[in-house]
Structure formats: C-alpha cells, structure tokens
C-alpha cells in the first residue's frame, strides 16, 4: 500500500518562504505525476502546482512565479517551495502522487499539512 506524508507546514508572516515536503512509502514501481493541492477554510481543493516523471511542471495563475515544485525520483519525494507568502494562500496543503505499485495503478493523497500565514 503507498502511503504519502507531508512536512513543512507551519506558521509563517507575510513575505516569508515555506518548503513543503513529502515523502513516499511502500512498494512502488513508477511515479507519474506529482502534485500539491490546497483547500483553504471553506473553499474546495485546488491545484497548486504538479510535476510530470519527465520534470515538466505546471502551476496555478495565484502561485506562479513564487513557487517551485521538485522531485527527487530516487527518494520518492515531491517538494514545493514557496516565497512571498500571502495570507491568502492560508490552506490545508496536499501531496497527490500517481503511478503503479505492485498491486496495480494509484492515486493516493496525503493527509495535510496546515500552513497558516499571518498578515
């Protein structure tokens, strides 16, 4: 079973930098896409940003430019990285990974990581 586990998540002021992290587990063969998902207090989830096994990236329009997604294949791990934080980007932070294991093709979350920036 793949299991993901978040870290990073925190308080942190206006203008600051965050990295989130996460980590990977059980018996996978391949990961295709990586992606961080957010669901701030009563809004539904978004993306924020995603990474292909063959790096390319994508990002929302509100993060774009002042975030970095990243992967380390060898240790099954996705990371964000993200600057100028602003107290709209205040959410639940999820990693999302998608690939095969070997009982057959996933898509599993992470449970969440808070991030809360203070203005």
């Known amino acids: 079973q793949v299991q993901l586990v978040e870290s990073g998540g925190g308080l942190v002021q206006t203008g600051g930098t965050l990295i989130l992290s996460c980590a990977a587990s059980g018996s996978i063969i391949s990961i295709n896409e990586m992606g961080w998902y957010r669901q701030p207090p009563g809004k539904q989830r978004e993306l924020v940003a995603a990474?292909?096994?063959?790096?390319?990236?994508s990002y929302a329009t509100s993060v774009k430019g002042r975030s970095t997604i990243s992967r380390d294949n060898a240790k099954k791990m996705v990371y964000l990285q993200m600057n100028s934080l602003k107290p709209e980007d205040t959410a639940v932070y999820y990693c999302n990974l998608r690939g095969w294991s070997v009982t057959g093709g996933f898509n599993n979350w992470g449970k969440g990581t808070l991030v809360t920036v203070s203005s």
């Open positions: 990474i292909t096994s063959g790096g390319s990236t």
